[in-house]
C-alpha cells in the first residue's frame, strides 16, 4: 500500500514530441505527489508538484494532471527537448508529511 | 547557490575501510536525510534525522551509521565498506515532519566506489 507505480520505465521521444509518465498510488493518506528530475550523477531535482484537490498543474513545458478517483497522476513534458534526458521520479507524501514514497523511476532520452 | 551540499562528490574506499561522507545545508531544515541510490534505481532511504531524533529504517544495515552534530551537518559513516556498499549517497533535507508539502531537497549526491 506504501508503493507507488510509475510506467514506463524508460521513453524515447523526438524532439519537439510529448513525453507522457504515468504513476499510480493505493495510499489514501498520500496527499502531496511531487516530481523529480535527475540527471545523471546528479541529486534529484524538485520539478513539479501538485495536490489532489487540483486536477491539473501546469509550469512551462511540464503538466501535471491527476485523477483522484483513479488514484493515478501523470507528468506531461510538451515540445520535449535533449535537454529533459534524465531520470524523472514521481512521489507520494502523506497527510503527516512523514511518509515520502518515490516510484522506481522512468528514464527518458530525447532524440535531437 | 547550492543549498544541501556533499563532500566529497567521489570517494574511493577500500574494502573494510570505515569512510565517512558529509553533508551540510544552509536552508535551516529540521529534517536531514541519507539515501543509498544504486544505478538505474529510486533512491532508498537509510535513515533520517528529525533535529537530534535519529530514525533508522528498519532494513538498513547495520554497518550504516549517521552523526548529526548540528543543525547544518549530518555524517554518514559506513564501519566496513563491502562490494555491494557502491553506490550514490544522496543528502537531502526538509523543513520539518507533520507539515504537508514536507518537500525534500536533494545534494548532488557522492559517488561511492569500493576497491
Known amino acids: 500500500q506504501q508503493q507507488v507505480k510509475q510506467s514506463p520505465q524508460s521513453l524515447i521521444v523526438q524532439k519537439g514530441g510529448i513525453s507522457i509518465i504515468n504513476c499510480a498510488y493505493e495510499?489514501?493518506?498520500?496527499?502531496?505527489f511531487p516530481w523529480y528530475q535527475q540527471f545523471p550523477g546528479k541529486g534529484p531535482a524538485l520539478l513539479i508538484a501538485?495536490?489532489?484537490?487540483?486536477s491539473e498543474k501546469k509550469e512551462g513545458r511540464f503538466t501535471i494532471s491527476f485523477n483522484k478517483s483513479a488514484k493515478q497522476f501523470s507528468l506531461h513534458i510538451m515540445d520535449s527537448q535533449p535537454g529533459d534526458s534524465a531520470t524523472y521520479f514521481c512521489?507520494?507524501?502523506?497527510?503527516?508529511?512523514?511518509?515520502?514514497?518515490f516510484g522506481p523511476g522512468t528514464r527518458l532520452s530525447v532524440l535531437p | 547557490d547550492a543549498m544541501v551540499i556533499q563532500n566529497p562528490r567521489y570517494q574511493v574506499t577500500q574494502f573494510g575501510k570505515p569512510v565517512t561522507l558529509s553533508c551540510s545545508q544552509t536552508?535551516?531544515?529540521?529534517?536531514m536525510y541519507w539515501y543509498q541510490q544504486k544505478s538505474s534505481q529510486a533512491p532508498k532511504l537509510l535513515f533520517h534525522?528529525?533535529?537530534?531524533?535519529?530514525?533508522n529504517e528498519a532494513d538498513t544495515p547495520d554497518n550504516f551509521q549517521s552523526r548529526r552534530p548540528n543543525t547544518s551537518f549530518c555524517f554518514l559513516d559506513i564501519r566496513s565498506p563491502g562490494l555491494g556498499d557502491a553506490a550514490m549517497y544522496l543528502c537531502?533535507?526538509?523543513?520539518?515532519?507533520?507539515?504537508?508539502?514536507?518537500?525534500?531537497?536533494f545534494g548532488a549526491g557522492t559517488r561511492l566506489s569500493v576497491l
Open positions: 536552508l535551516n531544515h529540521n529534517v
Open positions: 501538485i495536490r489532489p484537490d487540483v
Open positions: 495510499n489514501t493518506a498520500f496527499d502531496y
Open positions: 537531502a533535507t526538509s523543513r520539518a515532519l507533520g507539515l504537508a508539502k514536507n518537500i525534500q531537497y
Open positions: 512521489a507520494a507524501l502523506d497527510n503527516y508529511g512523514q511518509n515520502f514514497v
Open positions: 534525522y528529525y533535529d537530534k531524533d535519529f530514525n
